[in-house]
């Protein structure tokens, strides 16, 4: 079992950067790739950014591609998600996840454990 807790998530205006955080529990962290995810209002949910249980390969969507990086510390048992050049279409609660197998795609099904999300808000 693995429990995540996101934080970092906030309002910032658009151009903005933001760090997001998922700190797991448990010794096996870094037996898992880790994702991101996003929920807006009224839209499902959709894969953000992914890392390897390394942290050797990264994957992204590419509306997010060259704006945000994905990385983690296996030794804090943590997963980060910065954010830079924020757009308001970037407003949604971000999700962290964690996946017992190695990544096979951006799907939210490949996903064991879930976080509670964090709200994440760009004003124009």
């Known amino acids: 079992q693995v429990q995540l807790v996101e934080s970092g998530g906030g309002l910032v205006q658009a151009g903005g950067s933001l760090r997001l955080s998922c700190a797991a529990s448990?010794?096996?962290?870094?037996?898992?790739?880790m994702g991101w995810f996003r929920q807006a209002p009224g839209k499902e949910r959709e894969f953000v950014a992914a890392?390897?249980?390394?942290?050797?390969?990264?994957y992204y969507a590419d509306s997010v591609k060259g704006r945000f990086t994905i990385s983690r510390d296996n030794a804090k048992n943590t997963v980060y998600l910065q954010m830079t050049s924020l757009k308001p279409e970037d407003t949604a609660v971000y999700y962290c996840?964690?996946?017992?197998?190695?990544?096979?795609?951006?799907?939210?099904?490949?996903?064991?454990?879930w976080g509670q999300g964090t709200q994440v808000t760009v004003s124009s």
């Open positions: 890392i390897s249980r390394s942290g050797g390969n990264t």
């Open positions: 448990g010794r096996t962290f870094s037996l898992y790739t």
């Open positions: 996840a964690a996946d017992r197998a190695a990544y096979t795609g951006p799907y939210s099904y490949n996903y064991d454990y």
